[in-house]
């Protein structure tokens, strides 16, 4: 007999009568873990087809799931149903039994309330961190607004909180943004964390039940697989890397709260609290508090808290599952609401701040130029500590006298040091001063507006300009600054062709479906203006769909495929042939991808089986990447049938050559690829392979084609000096025989 699906306790086989309600109250946790129920209906969906694939359930099973599924996703979307029970996973079960019965009571079938949580939590990871990182662009575009705004502003820069020397105003805001984007970073980092799916693991020693994992986790949306089942179930570092990562960035949050609460306060005047995002006082009627940055400044406390707080309750657990780890969604989602609603206040209060121009420019006191003071004397071969301690004295008697430096009399500036005369304090200038410190790192013009195209660039607020990069910071901040997400409005010249890499660069695929590189341009189109060269006759760059004789469709991807096109790279990442790419960076490249579609059977709808994109690297070359054909469908000729689309689009482009990396060099060569040296490409190792983790033991060949003859040739003459060789797999040598 089927068990009592109003019985919400999964464990009342072996335990007689209820629990108390105070050890209820303790152990349920259903009133916070509830959020998670459309991770429990993705993993539903994706455990029955596992289920049937063993047979467990029917296929016919597994259709009742999907629509009992879909029945109570829509009424907990809609409020009319609410959730009992002990916690997610089995009040989600005991309503999926109310509408489908039998195949819901066979759904737990090969698993574990302990490596569901475990999943449904890392599944939640990966969405929040995807989430934060895109909150936190939206927060960075503010800050660059204002300091494309600021323009050639000064004010003074205060170390202690007192006045040091002047800055642009673009350097401060910019300041935050180079901090945010490292908060980024940290929040990619523990997404990658997150990304190994634990299902199988089971309550601590795994299923006897077989199925595809591999096939599973595509289906889930992770890329790795957990290997140890008492790890798996027990592991919950990547929920503290996420809260540690929310965490610094409520650090930082406070720190540009702080700043924003002193430029608004009168002491500094350079800004009013914007109306919308500031309060009164129920006293004080002329009071206009700016309570937003101050709750945003309070708010990290809970922040660093919630980090602890996790850590310090696995520091005291032994390996596999213990009932401690229920702490670890409160902490998690608190962390969330609380990212979720500061990121979505701060950027619009930012935006909203007017700036007082009159009360910035009266910061720029004499003051500021005392150090200017002293590297004159410096630039006429004093030792820097004597100029220090000579400027001091002068500093000294001014404030001693009550009057600024210049004003002391000329004789008695002389007596301090000869070289206090009236041309050299009149010379000395806020605009000189920043003009001194106009390179990387400083806060003049030029180091400015480089930082403010590198920022603009990356968040696609602009075109940026590599090569003034390169020049000013060198290869390796170059590098950083133009690893961006893609720009918009980019100019039809030379300049606004050149590629542009992204920020997924790091998580580029590898190997048996392929990779590629970058070199050093050939035959560069002009620097500046030009108009693109007029395509020939035979080349169009908005190509249309072709049909193939077996009725599979060749075209450009569209929005709709990136989840196909995802899950048919997730079987290589989880194998080690292709690293992981997040769906974020997929569809920022979307128009980079040609996609195979198969049309559906019987009313089935069409599916996507193979895909392929092209990557501008450089204004000479491209790269063919992401070509990944699902296994049911290889050896149909479609893997060649995406490059020769994809070399198309090069040739639409006019690129000159085009290059991969691969491990499948057969296919390549018949491809019209040849072998060729990765030394040679120093664009590519800049960008993609210093990141890669397989970077010193790395089996791929790199392959090239040549769509312009003499293009390898001439960009070889053209190259510059550096490299940056990848180390290359050992070669083995044969075994000699043994003579007996």
């Not at 895109?134 to 170390?159: F, H, I, K, M």
Request: with cysteine; glycine share 8%; hydrophobic share 45%.
């Amino acid at each position: 007999m089927s068990a009592d699906p109003t019985r919400h306790e999964v464990w009342r086989g072996r335990i007689a009568g209820e629990l108390h309600p105070t050890a209820k109250a303790l152990n349920d946790s259903l009133p916070f873990d509830q959020r998670l129920w459309p991770e429990e209906l993705a993993l539903t969906r994706g455990y029955a087809a596992s289920l049937v694939e063993c047979g467990v359930m029917t296929a016919a099973d597994a259709q009742a799931l999907e629509e009992a599924c879909d029945a109570l996703a829509q009424g907990l979307e809609s409020g009319a149903v609410k959730l009992a029970g002990e916690d997610v996973h089995s009040a989600v079960e005991a309503e999926l039994a109310k509408r489908c019965g039998e195949p819901a009571r066979r759904l737990h079938t090969g698993r574990s309330r302990n490596d569901q949580v475990a999943t449904l939590l890392r599944m939640r990871v990966m969405s929040l961190c995807d989430e934060a990182v895109e909150d936190l662009r939206a927060l960075e575009r503010a800050l660059v607004a204002q300091a494309r705004a600021a323009g050639d502003r000064a004010v003074a820069a205060y170390t202690h909180l007192q006045p040091a020397q002047p800055v642009l105003l673009a350097h401060a805001w910019l300041a935050h943004v180079e901090a945010f984007e490292r908060d980024e970073e940290r929040f990619l980092t523990a997404r990658e964390a997150a990304d190994r799916m634990p299902l199988g693991a089971g309550a601590v020693a795994g299923t006897p039940l077989q199925y595809d994992r591999v096939a599973l986790a595509s289906r889930l949306g992770f890329s790795r697989l957990a290997a140890n089942s008492l790890d798996a179930v027990g592991d919950r570092d990547f929920a503290v890397e996420y809260l540690n990562a929310g965490a610094m960035l409520g650090v930082h949050l406070s720190r540009l709260a702080e700043d924003l609460v002193l430029w608004c306060s009168p002491g500094f005047g350079w800004f009013s609290p914007p109306d919308g995002f500031a309060t009164g006082s129920s006293l004080l009627p002329q009071k206009r508090n700016p309570d937003l940055f101050e709750l945003a400044r309070g708010k990290c406390g809970r922040l660093l808290a919630n980090a602890q707080r996790l850590a310090i309750v696995l520091k005291g657990l032994p390996s596999s599952y213990s009932k401690d780890l229920q702490e670890d969604k409160e902490a998690l989602f608190d962390t969330a609401d609380t990212l979720e609603s500061l990121l979505a206040a701060l950027p619009l209060a930012i935006a909203a701040l007017q700036p007082r121009p009159e009360r910035m420019s009266a910061t720029l006191t004499p003051d500021l130029l005392a150090v200017e003071l002293a590297d004159a004397l410096v630039a006429e071969g004093m030792p820097f500590r004597d100029a220090h301690a000579a400027v001091g004295r002068l500093w000294a008697e001014a404030e001693r006298r009550g009057v600024a430096p210049a004003a002391i009399p000329l004789a008695d500036r002389l007596a301090l040091s000869p070289h206090f005369t009236d041309e050299r304090l009149a010379a000395l200038s806020v605009e000189s001063a920043l003009a001194r410190r106009s390179h990387a790192p400083g806060a003049g013009p030029d180091s400015v507006a480089l930082q403010l195209r590198r920022a603009e660039a990356r968040l696609g607020l602009g075109v940026g300009d590599e090569e003034g990069l390169i020049e000013s910071y060198g290869p390796a901040q170059a590098r950083s600054g133009v690893s961006a997400a893609p720009v918009r409005g980019a100019r039809s010249d030379a300049l606004g062709a050149r590629g542009r890499q992204d920020a997924g660069a790091r998580n580029e695929e590898r190997g048996g479906a392929m990779d590629g590189g970058a070199e050093r341009a050939a035959l560069r189109a002009p620097r500046t203006g030009a108009a693109p060269a007029p395509l020939p006759p035979d080349m169009h760059p908005y190509d249309t769909p072709t049909t193939r004789p077996d009725g599979i469709l060749l075209r450009r991807a569209r929005l709709g495929d990136i989840p196909w096109i995802a899950g048919i790279m997730a079987g290589y990442v989880a194998q080690g042939v292709l690293l992981p790419r997040p769906v974020s960076e997929l569809y920022q490249c979307v128009r980079e991808f040609h996609v195979a579609e198969r049309p559906g059977v019987n009313g089935a709808p069409a599916e996507i089986v193979a895909c392929a994109a092209l990557r501008l690297l450089w204004s000479d070359l491209g790269e063919v990447r992401s070509l990944a054909v699902r296994e049911d469908m290889h050896g149909k000729g479609l893997g060649k049938a995406l490059v020769e689309r994809v070399l198309d689009d090069a040739r639409a482009l006019a690129l000159p050559r085009v290059i991969a990396l691969t491990r499948d060099l057969p296919f390549f060569e018949r491809c019209g690829f040849t072998v060729h040296s990765r030394e040679s490409l120093p664009r590519k190792v800049w960008t993609d392979c210093v990141r890669c983790p397989r970077r010193h033991a790395c089996d791929e060949v790199a392959v090239v084609l040549d769509l312009v003859p003499g293009a390898s040739e001439a960009a070889a003459r053209e190259g510059r000096s550096f490299s940056l060789p990848i180390p290359q797999r050992p070669r083995v040598e044969p075994l000699l025989p043994i003579v007996s």
